[in-house]
């Protein structure tokens, strides 16, 4: 009961720091140089524009996800070994996965609730944010083929390193609230 | 609409349906908690859309070129990694401003710390849900993962891309 009432508690608090953290901004701007203010306006509503259907579309995936896949089924076919070729399979897969990281929180978070491991995800987050298949033509326009081969073996590579890495937290990490 | 949210719209839709056939009880049940996974998600993407589009008009690629522009080496890559983590807006962006740079004289290693530090991190707006989601200590760890992680890719550009 008392860690429920923390746990509310904490969230609050993290929901008010993020409304205080933009007010702030805000009046900062609006003393600073009040003309960014119209500018930044239009821009969040682009954004909510383009993110939001995307956004919606995946939270429905999450909670059909959060109702069908049971903790056995992430155990025995999502939870990967934590070893190099666990972590290079993961990697891989959130290479393929298109959409920002944004879109594809909170599916990752359903499977982080069934099991997924915390090295499991944070390999499939950096392979996920590195490299996308929407991404791959402008990388190559700009920056040219060699690069962007360079990027995927760097993207796999980081992928393992920071699999690895998170290792020896995971323990931590699993304590923590929202786990 | 675009392609790729249209095949998604199928997608989810046809899952739904198929869900909805299998079992009533557990399809209105997603619904319910995707219901209220929105309404808790939604507040804080909205604020922390507005604090990156405040961000975005106050860091432009000229600043960036400015700290970045004709450096190269391990302190242009430390820069350039905590520049990557405050450039806000759509990973795409950061393309022009990567050529852009390399134009402007700053080295390979510097360029791919800024192109991976935007991408890898997102902030400030996936941080927010992220630590919303997963939970604080999960953000924190893989902050600081992905910080080290950003530095060594500037690292292995600038000694084996050629």
Same mark, same amino acid.
């Given at each position: 009961?008392?860690?429920?009432? %923390?746990?509310?508690?904490? &969230?609050?608090?993290?929901?008010?720091?993020?409304?205080?953290?933009?007010? !702030?901004?805000?009046?900062?701007?609006? !003393?600073?140089?009040?003309? %960014?203010?119209? /500018?930044?306006?239009?821009?969040?509503?682009?954004?909510?524009?383009?993110?939001?259907?995307?956004?919606?579309?995946?939270?429905?995936?999450?909670?059909?996800?959060?109702?069908?896949?049971?903790?056995?089924?992430?155990?025995?076919?999502?939870?990967?070994?934590?070893?190099?070729?666990?972590?290079?399979?993961?990697?891989?897969?959130?290479?393929?996965? /298109?959409?920002?990281?944004? &879109?594809?929180?909170?599916?990752?978070?359903?499977?982080?609730?069934?099991?997924?491991?915390?090295?499991?995800?944070?390999?499939?987050?950096?392979?996920?944010?590195?490299?996308?298949?929407?991404?791959? /033509?402008?990388?190559? %326009?700009?920056?040219?083929?060699?690069?962007?081969?360079?990027? !995927?073996?760097?993207?796999?590579?980081?992928? !393992?390193?920071?699999?690895?890495?998170?290792? /020896?937290? &995971?323990?931590?990490? &699993?304590?923590?609230?929202?786990? | 609409?675009?392609?790729?949210?249209?095949?998604?719209?199928?997608?989810?839709?046809?899952?739904?349906?198929?869900?909805?056939?299998?079992?009533?009880?557990?399809?209105?049940?997603?619904?319910?908690?995707?219901? *209220?996974?929105? =309404?808790?998600?939604?507040? =804080?993407?909205?604020?922390?859309?507005?604090?990156?589009?405040?961000?975005?008009?106050?860091?432009?690629?000229?600043?960036?070129?400015?700290?970045?522009?004709?450096?190269?080496?391990?302190?242009?890559?430390?820069?350039?990694?905590?520049?990557?983590?405050? =450039?806000?807006?759509?990973?795409?962006?950061?393309?022009? #401003?990567?050529?852009?740079?390399?134009?402007?004289?700053?080295?390979?290693?510097?360029?791919?710390?800024?192109?991976?530090?935007?991408?890898?991190?997102?902030?400030?707006?996936?941080?927010?849900?992220? #630590?919303?989601?997963?939970?604080? *200590?999960?953000?924190?760890?893989?902050? #600081? #993962?992905?910080?080290?992680?950003?530095?060594?890719?500037?690292?292995?550009?600038?000694?084996?891309?050629?």
């Amino acid at each position: 009961m008392e860690r429920t009432v %923390k746990r509310g508690l904490g &969230e609050i608090a993290f929901d008010m720091a993020i409304f205080i953290i933009l007010a !702030v901004s805000v009046i900062y701007t609006a !003393v600073a140089d009040p003309t %960014k203010l119209k /500018p930044s306006f239009l821009l969040t509503l682009d954004s909510v524009r383009d993110i939001m259907p995307t956004l919606l579309l995946s939270v429905f995936l999450a909670g059909l996800a959060d109702v069908w896949l049971t903790r056995e089924i992430v155990e025995r076919y999502l939870v990967f070994r934590s070893n190099a070729k666990g972590f290079i399979i993961v990697t891989l897969a959130g290479i393929a996965t /298109p959409g920002t990281l944004f &879109e594809v929180l909170p599916f990752i978070a359903i499977l982080r609730r069934r099991g997924l491991k915390a090295s499991s995800t944070v390999a499939f987050m950096t392979g996920q944010t590195l490299m996308g298949p929407m991404r791959t /033509p402008l990388e190559i %326009k700009y920056m040219g083929l060699s690069y962007y081969v360079f990027r !995927v073996g760097l993207a796999v590579l980081l992928g !393992v390193i920071t699999g690895f890495m998170a290792l /020896p937290f &995971e323990r931590w990490v &699993e304590g923590g609230p929202n786990n | 609409m675009d392609l790729s949210l249209l095949a998604m719209l199928l997608l989810v839709g046809a899952l739904y349906a198929f869900s909805y056939k299998l079992e009533r009880g557990k399809t209105r049940l997603a619904l319910s908690k995707s219901i *209220r996974m929105l =309404i808790g998600v939604i507040p =804080i993407f909205l604020a922390a859309l507005a604090f990156a589009s405040l961000l975005q008009t106050w860091v432009s690629s000229e600043i960036v070129a400015t700290y970045l522009g004709g450096r190269s080496g391990l302190w242009a890559i430390f820069i350039a990694t905590m520049l990557g983590f405050i =450039i806000p807006g759509p990973r795409y962006i950061i393309y022009p #401003i990567a050529t852009f740079l390399l134009s402007s004289g700053a080295g390979i290693g510097a360029v791919t710390a800024v192109i991976c530090g935007q991408q890898m991190l997102d902030m400030p707006e996936a941080a927010f849900i992220e #630590i919303k989601l997963f939970g604080l *200590r999960f953000s924190i760890i893989r902050t #600081i #993962i992905s910080v080290a992680a950003i530095f060594l890719a500037g690292l292995l550009a600038e000694l084996f891309y050629r």
